[in-house]
């Protein structure tokens, strides 16, 4: 086994199966600058890479992904002082979702904890998903007076259908894993002590199998779900960006910042 260590992901190598840790656990492996940068590296390393036959992405510590790092403000700034969220988008994180969606190998996300925000996107543009029983789901975007982003407005849909997609985009509540798979948005919901074991005969699996053959099955079900992937993403990115530029998402912000319910006008 090897690994590859950048500042906030590792890569480690087991054979033909590649595993992307996130690696901000102090954060809940929260993303900003530094973390788009070297997750979009570590996904374009194991693309072009011809002896890694699947990938896995997962998190360390205690939780998968909890989104977006609110309290970052290294990343770039619109003249208004807003975050430049348009460029962030569609320079560094689009990047890494449709890398992901479109690499000619299995992609699995092991979700070890809560996957929030654009850490949901993450693990729902994975080809198979597969949960610990303690971990949950959460678009929390609306919670800070955001709409979803990250392609998370496109899986989740075609996951689980328009009527639990608007439930989850509007009312920002948590799934938890047992009926996250109950409904189709996951593969598999695995008691915590049984997960890793789990995951690792999954990926020694697709390791193993017809890599050409997964990749066309890909190119398959992409073409008939996913056409339209890059116009959405492009949508989420213009929309989000007039959203960044409320006063509600002001407001949301500070309240998560200062632990209290938030008090949207609806502007």
């Not at 697709?206 to 997964?214: H, I, V």
């Given at each position: ?8 992901v590792t890569i480690h ?206 190119r398959q079900l992409n ?45």
């Amino acid at each position: 086994m090897s690994s590859t260590q950048l500042e906030t992901v590792t890569i480690h190598r087991r054979g033909g199966a590649a595993t992307i840790e996130l690696s901000r656990p102090e954060t809940m492996n929260a993303w900003n600058k530094q973390f788009g940068l070297d997750l979009r590296a570590a996904v374009e390393e194991v693309a072009a890479d011809d002896d890694v036959r699947a990938v896995c992405i997962t998190g360390a510590g205690r939780g998968f992904s909890s989104g977006a790092d609110l309290k970052d403000i290294s990343d770039e700034q619109t003249p208004a002082g807003r975050p430049d969220v348009y460029r962030a988008l569609t320079e560094r994180y689009h990047p890494i979702i449709t890398g992901l969606r479109t690499m000619p190998k299995p992609v699995v996300a092991a979700v070890n904890g809560p996957a929030v925000g654009i850490g949901l996107s993450l693990a729902l543009c994975a080809d198979l998903v597969v949960a610990k029983e303690s971990a949950y789901f959460l678009l929390a975007f609306v919670n800070i007076g955001l709409a979803p982003d990250g392609g998370s407005s496109l899986f989740v849909p075609e996951r689980v259908g328009f009527t639990r997609a608007i439930e989850m985009a509007m009312l920002g509540e948590r799934i938890h894993a047992p009926q996250a798979a109950e409904w189709g948005l996951i593969n598999k919901s695995v008691p915590d002590d049984a997960f890793q074991g789990e995951v690792d005969a999954l990926m020694d699996r697709l390791a193993s199998g017809a890599t050409a053959a997964y990749a066309g099955v890909k190119r398959q079900l992409n073409a008939w779900l996913y056409a339209r992937m890059d116009d959405q993403l492009e949508l989420e990115a213009t929309v989000q960006n007039d959203m960044a530029h409320s006063d509600d998402f002001v407001e949301g912000v500070m309240a998560f910042l200062q632990k209290r319910p938030a008090k949207f006008k609806g502007n």
